[in-house]
Structures are given as structure tokens and as C-alpha cells.
């Protein structure tokens, strides 16, 4: 268990501009989420994935966003056309969920930061 | 709406002495709760989870949780509180479907002085 790994740690961009961010969740983990975290506040859930599956889009999340995950393994999120108001830690967590494990907890990776400039 | 609320935004304590974070929540079903400790510019860990059973959870680190159902309270507690303890805590309930997002509080930051 190597935990789940985010790509990159950091992130500056100017207004306007693409931005990418990768996670490669456990390897085991069948489900896959993406949280916003900004500073003095909890994880803002945007997205999840069962397997190559988007189960779930957070109605706060702008069309700006797409969170992709196309081979069931890691998942990548783009944010167009950045903004201010898009600094933050974005934060991808995995987990198993089967007949076998119910209701296992989130296992988060050291999250990416964007400074949007 | 499926929520928690973490009413205090700091606890300071000394060292030794015992540690309260406190949650409530709000759900239409059963709740499933869950307690997260974050440490700065790092990613969330978790310490441990109510889904049915005894009303005392045990978790990492020598945290453990009081489910109060008539209080729909879910506090963590620990009996001696050490400095490495000091960071943020975040409180989170697992809304409808089991398996699906987790939904957090607002966090509570520790200070632990020695």
C-alpha cells in the first residue's frame, strides 16, 4: 500500500490558463473522490468515481471542471480557463467498496496546490 | 440536508489533560460518521468511524468517539492529550447510499500546549 499519490504538489498559474492534476489512487481501491479544501474550511466534495464511472458531480462545481477516469486507475482533474476565486487544495481520496468492504473510510493523498495568480 | 457542524473553530488544552472535539450532526437515515485529523500541507488522515454497533468507537492514536443518538452528537475524545496531537479535525457523515461521499464539518484546530 503505497498510498494515494497527487500530481503536482504545487501549482502556480495565471488567470486564465489550463490546469491539470493527476491521482493515482490505491491500487486496490475501486472508487476514487475529488475534494476542494481552501483555507480554514473542511473538503468540499466535486466529483467521485466508481471504476471508470463519474457516480456523482457536486452541483457547486463549475463547467469549467472535468474530472476524468478513464481506465478505472488514476484520474486526472482539469480546471479551464482558471480564476482567482480556484486557489485551493485539491484533494483525490480512494476507497474500497465491495461485498467485502462496506463503508470503508476515504484514504486521502497529500492533496495538490493551485495558487492562481 | 445531510450535515455536521463542528461549534468550535479551536480547544486549546495542556498536555496531559483530557481532549474533547466536539461534532452534531444531521441526517434523515442512519448516520455513518467519521473522524479525520489533518496536519499542515498534508492530505487528511483518518482516526475512526461510527456505522452501527457500540456507542464507544476506538480508533488510531488512542482516539476513541461517544455516538449520542438522542444528542445526534458524535465527540472524540482522548484521555491524556499529548503536543504531537495538536492540528485540524474534521467530523464527516457518509449521506445516503452506503459507499458514496463523505460530507465534513468545517474542522476544529487543537492546540496541545506542553
Known amino acids: 500500500d503505497t498510498g494515494v499519490s497527487q500530481n503536482p504538489r504545487h501549482k502556480i498559474t495565471k488567470r486564465g490558463q489550463n490546469v491539470t492534476f493527476r491521482c493515482d489512487p490505491i491500487?486496490?481501491?475501486?472508487?476514487l473522490y475529488w475534494y476542494r479544501q481552501t483555507l480554514g474550511q473542511g473538503p468540499e466534495f466535486l466529483t467521485y468515481f466508481q471504476n471508470e464511472a463519474q457516480l456523482e458531480k457536486s452541483r457547486l462545481l463549475s463547467d469549467r471542471f472535468s474530472a476524468e477516469r478513464p481506465k478505472g486507475s488514476f484520474s486526472t482533474l482539469e480546471i479551464q480557463r482558471t480564476e482567482q476565486g480556484d486557489s485551493a487544495m485539491y484533494l483525490c481520496?480512494?476507497?474500497?467498496?465491495?461485498?467485502?468492504?462496506?463503508?470503508?473510510?476515504?484514504?486521502f493523498g497529500n492533496g495538490t496546490r493551485l495558487t492562481v495568480t | 440536508a445531510q450535515s455536521v457542524a463542528q461549534p468550535e473553530d479551536q480547544v486549546n488544552v495542556a498536555e496531559g489533560n483530557p481532549l474533547t472535539v466536539k461534532c452534531t450532526y444531521s441526517v434523515s437515515g442512519n448516520p455513518y460518521l467519521f473522524w479525520y485529523v489533518q496536519y499542515p500541507n498534508r492530505g487528511l488522515q483518518f482516526l475512526l468511524k461510527?456505522?452501527?454497533?457500540?456507542?464507544l468507537v476506538k480508533g488510531s492514536y488512542g482516539f476513541e468517539a461517544e455516538f449520542n443518538k438522542s444528542q445526534t452528537s458524535f465527540h472524540l475524545k482522548k484521555p491524556s492529550a499529548l503536543v504531537s496531537d495538536s492540528a485540524l479535525y474534521f467530523c464527516?457523515?457518509?449521506?445516503?447510499?452506503?459507499?458514496?461521499?463523505?460530507?465534513f464539518g468545517q474542522g476544529t484546530e487543537l492546540s496541545v500546549k506542553p
Open positions: 481520496a480512494s476507497s474500497l467498496e465491495g461485498r467485502r468492504a462496506v463503508n470503508s473510510p476515504l484514504h
Open positions: 461510527y456505522i452501527t454497533g457500540d456507542n
Open positions: 464527516a457523515v457518509r449521506p445516503f447510499e452506503i459507499g458514496g461521499k463523505l460530507i
Open positions: 491500487s486496490e481501491h475501486n472508487r
